[in-house]
Antibody, heavy 118, light 110 residues
């Protein structure tokens, strides 16, 4: 059974870069599309972007200019980098994987609360 | 502002049937599948419904999904206290070329 474990800095100052990593345990890295999703306090879920096992990426247009997602298939992990954060980027960040058959985000990381504050 | 629109809250008593709605547009719900997620307090979202009405293994048949035009619904029958959670709808959006979510509906079991 696939399991995701994520980590990264939880407190950032405005203009710093956010960096999160998610490692995939117990399953095929190539069997899923891997995404980052966030939820600001009191708001809904927002999809940030996705990366597949070939390294192809697709980003939310609203964040595209600041987002980079990378993968390291040798370590079964993928990462998110979001540049020049502001208070509006304060959110719970999740890594998640889409199952190719169902099309649903069927596996999620535990979440990382990222707070941007001076 | 979420792309998909959900009522912020819903409520019911144990045993009742409640329905949560999700409204979108022709570029998302109108042309693609709808998915539903349940988020219990302090946990990551859990998949509930995929491809409009199908349930992943382990999801009780008390949960059902439907779609009509640019709207979708999640119905929960035989409401239980453990169903108290936030529920989110999602769909692929062809205009954005990405996933869009609803703002979530907080379900209270009174």
């Amino acid at each position: 059974q696939v399991h995701l474990q994520q980590w990264g800095a939880g407190l950032l100052k405005p203009s710093e870069n956010l960096s999160l990593t998610c490692v995939v345990y117990g399953g095929s890295f190539s069997g899923h599309y891997w995404s980052w999703i966030r939820q600001p306090p009191g708001e809904g879920l927002e999809w940030i972007g996705e990366i597949n096992h070939s390294g192809s990426t697709n980003y939310n247009p609203s964040l595209k200019s600041r987002v980079t997602m990378l993968e390291d298939t040798s370590k079964n992990q993928f990462s998110l980098n979001l540049t020049s954060v502001t208070a509006a980027d304060t959110a719970m960040y999740y890594c998640a994987g889409i199952d190719g058959d169902s099309g649903i985000f069927n596996v999620w990381g535990q979440g990382t609360l990222v707070t941007v504050s001076s | 502002q979420s792309v998909l629109t959900q009522s912020p809250s819903a409520s019911g008593t144990p045993g009742q049937r409640v329905t949560i709605s999700c409204s979108g547009s022709s570029s998302n719900i109108g042309s693609n599948y709808v998915f539903w997620y349940q988020r219990l307090p302090g946990t990551a979202p859990k998949p509930l419904i995929y491809k409009n009405y199908q349930r992943p293994s382990g999801v009780p048949d008390r949960f059902s999904g439907s779609k009509s035009g640019t709207s979708a619904s999640l119905a929960i029958s035989g409401l239980r206290s453990e169903d108290e959670a936030d529920y989110y709808c999602a769909a692929w959006d062809d205009s954005l070329s990405g996933w869009v979510f609803g703002g979530g509906t907080k379900l209270a079991v009174l």
